[in-house]
T-cell receptor, first 114, second 112 residues
Framework: NAGVTQTPKFQVLKTGQSMTLQCAQD?????MSWYRQDPGMGLRLIHY???????DQGEVPNGYNVSRSTTEDFPLRLLSAAPSQTSVYFC?????????????FGPGTRLLVL | KNQVEQSPQSLIILEGKNCTLQ??????????LRWYKQDTGRGPVSLTI?????NTKSNGRYTATLDADTKQSSLHITASQLSDSASYIC???????????FGPGTSLSVIP
């Protein structure tokens, strides 16, 4: 199993550009989420999905869109990038939404918005 | 004020020594408290999980404790190894999936 994979590893954008961060998992997990990690702060939940076709907002959803058309994939879209979105983005998945389930994180995507 | 605070912010120890990392939280109620290890350039990996009613959990050389009365948790690392160099993150999970609060982490460096 590859686990949780994320692409790209690094990306530089100009303000106003759009892009999609890809996330895929091969563990048949129902739950998937996106987090951002900023220096000196804990990871913060952006969006999450409890299954194909179902998504919901986390703590910091503004400026980001998600969709979940398959169990495996959960892309994160930035429609108009802003410097405040410079961060490291992590995708995670778990079997179910119960607190007993361990979340498995991808390796992250480092995004720089100029 | 952050709901989850960790101390120290960073720590350097000699290989073979023990260390203890602290996590103080104000958020309540919560379902469980986890400690994660995050290697540089990688995603976090779960080390231990404790429910509200548990007060200690071990995973090899890692031992986590939880005092619900004082709202404090600690992660004790025994006989440190160079591979323990990483950031250690305390995380509180609430009853629902979106109720999760990550601490800022403690950066640990183990030197020869």
């Amino acid at each position: 199993n590859a686990g949780v994979t994320q692409t790209p590893k690094f990306q530089v954008l100009k303000t106003g550009q759009s892009m999609t961060l890809q996330c895929a998992q091969d563990m048949n997990h129902e739950y998937m989420s996106w987090y951002r990690q900023d220096p000196g702060m804990g990871l913060r939940l952006i969006h999450y999905s409890v299954g194909a076709g179902i998504t919901d907002q986390g703590e910091v959803p503004n400026g980001y869109n998600v969709s979940r058309s398959t169990t495996e994939d959960f892309p994160l879209r930035l429609l108009s990038a802003a410097p405040s979105q410079t961060s490291v983005y992590f995708c995670a998945s778990s079997k179910r939404g119960s607190w007993r389930e361990t979340q498995y994180f991808g390796p992250g995507t480092r995004l720089l918005v100029l | 004020k952050n709901q989850v605070e960790q101390s120290p912010q960073s720590l350097i120890i000699l290989e073979g020594k023990n260390c203890t990392l602290q996590c103080n939280y104000t958020v309540s109620p919560f379902s469980n408290l986890r400690w994660y290890k995050q290697d540089t350039g990688r995603g976090p990996v779960s080390l231990t999980i404790m429910t509200f009613s548990e007060n200690t959990k071990s995973n090899g050389r890692y031992t986590a404790t939880l005092d619900a009365d004082t709202k404090q948790s600690s992660l004790h690392i025994t006989a440190s190894q160079l591979s323990d160099s990483a950031s250690y993150i305390c995380v509180l999970h609430g009853a629902s999936y979106d109720k999760v609060i990550f601490g800022p982490g403690t950066s640990l460096s183990v030197i020869p």
